[in-house]
């Protein structure tokens, strides 16, 4: 019988599998709740399940279309409320095994992954591609760079990073003081750019100048994720699925240093933007201006310059 964390462990690697709608599992122990704020999930799991098991018989009681998928598990969809249960002796073996193909399956009947920007953790970021692009906030980045007040640094350090994982990079951040607060906003940026193929490495000294431990500042962070609910249903904006994976899949590498600057590079391309604020509500959330500087070099420049002085080696890339 697999632990807790086990059970974490493999229903995080199945979600991680790229979709092109939101979806979320909930472990109950004996049966795994999936959801999804998608209007139309309904039809889009029963044009699934008809692909996959055309000669199954399925039926239907009141709300609820029964859906057996082996001897021993059986899927229970809502129709109302578009919930899915997965139930039976052998429901976490079937998550582990099949549940991929279906997700798979899924994405052959939709022309392209859609951006699934449509979700409560975009909203929380505040993030809306449409009317804010990346590059028209590089562009607002004097060339040779340039003092800028604190909301700008911000939005260009969220803008950015979201659209290097969206596009499958490596990144950096990189930061001798970060808060709780842009932690968690990580963890969220990870989770919406999920099957992406991206990476992202952490690095900050174990403790901050001003004495602050980092592992507090991670405790606090996933307290964050724990308690946070959205605004309109008043649900956890984070399963913890999807928690367990954005805190797996962050790596995080401790040095000491005094600079800041967050970096991605794919192929042979590399961005830098670097900037005297901290990652950090006192350089972030106050009136503060500070330097910031952009720059697109070579993926070879980004490791010897500024990746290999702070001890990352070639296994961290």
Not at 308 to 315: A, M
Request: include cysteine; proline fraction near 4%.
């Amino acid at each position: 019988m697999p632990s807790k964390k086990e059970r974490l462990d493999m229903l995080a690697r199945v979600w991680a599998t790229p979709t092109p709608f939101d979806i979320d599992f909930f472990d109950k122990g004996d049966e795994i709740v999936i959801v999804s704020s998608y209007r139309d999930i309904v039809q889009w799991w029963m044009n699934i399940f008809q692909i996959m098991y055309p000669n199954d018989t399925f039926r239907e009681k009141e709300d609820i279309i029964k859906i057996p998928v082996g001897k021993k598990v059986t899927l229970k969809l809502n129709k109302r409320t578009g919930t899915m249960k997965v139930c039976g002796k052998d429901h976490l073996l079937w998550m582990t095994d099949e549940f991929p193909h279906v997700l798979e399956t899924g994405n052959d009947e939709v022309e392209e992954l859609a951006d699934a920007s449509d979700t409560s953790v975009t909203r929380f970021l505040q993030l809306d591609k449409n009317t804010e692009e990346v590059q028209d906030l590089i562009d607002m980045i004097p060339e040779g760079g340039g003092i800028m007040m604190n909301d700008f640094i911000m939005k260009a350090w969220k803008n950015m990073i979201d659209d290097w994982l969206g596009c499958g990079a490596t990144l950096f951040v990189v930061t001798p003081q970060i808060d709780e607060e842009r932690l968690f906003q990580l963890f969220l940026l990870m989770i919406r750019n999920k099957g992406t193929g991206s990476h992202i490495t952490l690095v900050t000294p174990e403790k901050s100048p001003d004495g602050f431990k980092f592992m507090k500042v991670l405790n606090t962070a996933r307290r964050m994720m724990k308690k946070t609910r959205t605004p309109r249903t008043q649900k956890r904006l984070v399963s913890d699925v999807k928690m367990h994976w954005a805190m797996t899949n962050l790596s995080i590498h401790h040095e000491n240093f005094s600079t800041n600057f967050i970096s991605a590079f794919k192929d042979d391309e590399a961005e830098v933007l670097s900037t005297t604020a901290h990652f950090h509500k006192k350089h972030f959330h106050t009136n503060q201006r500070d330097n910031v500087m952009y720059t697109r070099i070579s993926t070879d420049e980004l490791r010897r310059n500024y990746l290999f002085p702070l001890g990352l080696s070639p296994v961290n890339y």
